[in-house]
C-alpha cells in the first residue's frame, strides 16, 4: 500500500481519481493547491498526482519542494509542449486529461515500483561496507545442511523468522539468503542493529517522524532485518507487536497510521526466552517473531567446514589486498581446526585478513595466524591483565572496555577510543566482551 497525494482544484476529477486509487488498495490525501499540499509535509507520500494548472501556483512548482518523493503531473492541455516542459523541470511523467484508468493505474504502479527499486539501492549503497556473498552461505556439515534446507523452504514465505545464534555465527548472513529466497528480493532489506542503536533513538529511526519516514518503511515491500531484536525498548516492541498484528504503523507522535507491508527477521545471540521471563522482553512479541525458528551453530561444532571456510576467505581477502598466490600450511589449517573460535567466523575472516596483511611468504602458517589457544576472550578477567604486559590492540580495547564500562556510557566509551558506537559494539561482539547489566543504561 503507497501513500499518494492528489493535488488538483476540480472536486469531480480529484473524488473520480481517489476511487480509482482506493480501489487499488492505495492510501489518498487531498489538497486542491500548491499552498495546501505543501501544509501537509510532502515528503511523508510516495507519490504525488497534480494537475499542472491550478489556482495560485503550477503543479510543477511540486517538483522541487517535494524531492525525492515523485511527482506525476495531469494536464488538461495534452499540448506537447506543457508535458515536455513540467518533464524538463523534473517530472516523473505525464498523464493528459481525461485520463483513462488503465493508463493511469500503469503510470502510478510504474512510478512506485521505480522509487521501491530506488530505495533498495540506497540501502544496497549504505551496505556496501558490508560486502556478503549472498548466494554463497559455505558449509556442508549437517547443521548447515539443514540450515541451508530450511532458508529454501521459508524464505518464499511471508513467515516471520527468528535467528538465533552466537556472535559471528552468520545471522545476518542468513537473513539476506532469506531475503534472496522471497518474493521480496528485487525491494529493500533494511538492516537495523538494534543494539547499536541509543534506545532514546529507537522509536524515531524505527518508526520516523512527522517529517521523515522510518527504517520500516524504506522497508516497505521488502524485508525488515532486526539484527539483536533483545535489545529493543519496550515501547518499540509494543509498536512492533501492531505491526505484526495488525500490519499499521504510527510515526512519532503521529496518530494517523499508515499501512506498511514488511517481512520480519529477527535476530539474537542472547537467550530471548530468559529475556521474557525476567521481564525484559513481551512475551507476545516473543510468540509472533518465533513462528519459524533458525538456530546457527557455532564454528567449533563445523570442524569440517573450517577447511573450506578458511581457503573461501582467503581468497576474498587475498584479492581485496591485491595479494599474488597465497595457501594455508598444513600447520596453519590443523591449528585453526583446534582453535575453539569464540567470535565464529567473523573472527575467522578477521584473523585470515590480519595474516595476509602480515604474511611476506606465500606459506600462511600459524605463526601468522597468530591463534593461541589459551587465549580466548571470556577467560580474560581484570585479574588477568598485568599493566606490564606488551599489549596487542585488541588486548589494549578489552583492557581499557573492561576496566572503564562501569562507568562509563557507551558513548563516553566510544568517544575515548577514538571509534563509533557501533563499531564499539561490534567489537564486544567479536570480542566476547559481555555488557555490564545495569538499569536505564544508554
Ligand atoms: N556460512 C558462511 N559462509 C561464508 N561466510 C560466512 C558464513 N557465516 C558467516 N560468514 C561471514 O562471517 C561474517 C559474520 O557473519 P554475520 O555478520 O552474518 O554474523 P552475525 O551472526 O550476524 O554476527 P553478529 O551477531 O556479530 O552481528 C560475515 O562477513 C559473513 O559474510
Not at 251 to 270: E, N, T, W
Not at 323 to 340: D, I, K, N, P, V
Request: with cysteine; charged share 30%.
Amino acid at each position: 500500500m503507497s501513500h499518494i497525494l492528489i493535488v488538483e482544484d476540480e472536486p469531480v476529477i480529484r473524488g473520480a481519481l481517489r476511487k480509482l486509487l482506493e480501489r487499488h488498495d492505495h492510501s489518498v490525501a487531498e489538497a486542491e493547491s500548491v499552498e495546501q499540499a505543501n501544509d501537509q509535509g510532502l515528503t511523508q507520500y510516495d507519490l504525488i498526482i497534480s494537475d499542472l494548472r491550478l489556482p495560485g501556483e503550477p503543479g510543477t512548482a511540486l517538483i522541487e519542494v517535494a524531492r525525492p518523493v515523485p511527482v506525476l503531473i495531469m494536464t488538461s492541455y495534452a499540448s506537447l509542449r506543457s508535458a515536455v516542459d513540467a518533464m524538463r523541470e523534473g517530472a516523473v511523467d505525464y498523464i493528459p486529461k481525461p485520463f483513462d484508468h488503465d493508463e493511469m493505474l500503469m503510470a502510478v504502479e510504474r512510478v512506485l515500483k521505480e522509487g521501491r527499486i530506488n530505495r533498495g539501492n540506497q540501502v544496497l549503497r549504505r551496505d556496501l561496507e558490508r560486502t556478503y556473498p549472498v548466494h554463497s552461505m559455505i558449509g556442508e556439515c549437517d547443521p548447515m545442511r539443514d540450515l541451508k534446507h530450511r532458508i529454501s523452504r521459508v524464505g518464499p514465505t511471508e513467515t516471520p523468522v527468528l535467528i538465533l545464534g552466537e556472535a559471528g555465527t552468520g545471522k545476518e548472513l542468513t537473513a539476506r539468503a532469506l531475503h534472496e529466497h522471497s518474493d521480496r528480493a528485487s525491494a529493500p532489506l533494511v538492516t537495523v542493529h538494534c543494539a547499536a542503536l541509543p534506545k532514546a533513538l529507537q522509536l524515531e529511526e524505527l518508526f520516523g517522524s512527522e517529517e521523515q519516514p522510518g527504517r520500516i518503511e524504506e522497508a516497505d515491500g521488502g524485508t525488515l532485518f532486526l539484527d539483536e531484536v533483545g535489545e529493543l525498548d519496550p515501547e518499540v516492541q509494543s509498536r512492533l507487536l501492531t505491526l505484526l498484528e495488525q500490519g499499521v504503523i504510527h510515526r512519532q507522535d503521529s496518530l494517523s497510521p499508515r499501512r506498511v507491508d514488511v517481512r520480519v527477521i529477527a535476530s539474537s545471540q542472547v537467550d530471548l526466552p530468559a529475556r521474557v521471563s525476567d521481564g525484559g522482553f513481551r512475551h507476545d512479541l516473543y510468540y509472533r517473531l518465533n513462528v519459524m525458528e533458525l538456530e546457527l551453530p557455532p564454528l567449533r561444532e563445523r570442524e569440517e567446514d573450517i577447511e573450506e571456510l578458511a581457503k573461501t576467505l582467503l581468497e576474498r581477502s587475498r584479492e581485496k589486498m591485491r595479494r599474488g598466490e597465497l595457501y594455508f600450511t598444513e600447520e596453519a589449517l590443523s591449528a585453526m581446526q583446534r582453535y575453539a573460535w569464540p567470535g565464529n567466523v567473523r573472527e575467522l575472516e578477521n584473523v585470515i585478513e590480519r595474516a595476509v596483511i602480515l604474511t611476506e611468504e606465500d606459506g600462511i602458517g600459524p605463526a601468522q595466524l597468530g591463534l593461541n589457544p589459551n587465549r580466548t576472550p571470556q577467560r580474560l578477567s581484570r585479574a588477568s591483565l598485568d599493566p606490564s604486559e606488551d599489549l596487542s590492540l585488541e588486548d589494549y580495547f578489552t583492557r581499557f572496555v573492561m576496566e572503564n564500562q562501569d562507568n562509563m556510557t557507551e558513548t563516553e566509551l566510544a568517544q575515548k577510543l577514538g571509534i563509533s558506537r557501533k563499531s564499539l559494539w561490534e567489537r564486544r561482539q567479536r570480542l566476547g566482551i559481555q555488557r555490564p547489566k545495569r538499569s536505564g543504561r544508554r
